[in-house]
């Protein structure tokens, strides 16, 4: 896969630094492990949200949930990265399901950054979400369908 274009580095210390804000304002007494996530849409807004969790565990949702829930409710319709800031030695990265709630709005050549307890905070790593979530389920999947159906009628 082609990689993506660089991202200007204002807009991602801004996108990095939108991700740690919002990760001190995570809810996360059950686990103490607060993330934080920022998403820039295709305006070039940020979005920021945090994890959420709850007394009934498994009601609790992640950082890059909130974050994208932000996006939508400001009328985001495109992911161009998504950043996340949480402090553990090994970058973190979102979960399966938050994988696949990006790819819903974004493309492959989305990036995806970590930025944590390691060296460099001003170097995060990085990734596509091509490379995260690699022949991924989508909205053209269901498109296809559509059209197969129609065609069967
Ligand atoms: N968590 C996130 O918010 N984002 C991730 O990418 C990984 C995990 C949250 C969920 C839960 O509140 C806590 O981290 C521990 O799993």
Redesign the pocket.
Known sequence: MRMPAELDPETLRALLAAARSARRRAH?PY?T?K?GAAVLDERGRIHAGA?V?NASYPE?W???TSALAAFVAAGGKRVRALA?AAHSKVP????GG?RQRLAEFAQADCWVFATGAQASPAAPQRWTLGELLPHRFGPPALRRRRAGTERLR
């Open positions: 996360a686990s492990f993330v994890n969790e609790g992640c950082a890059e996340v973190t990265t979102p979960c938050c």
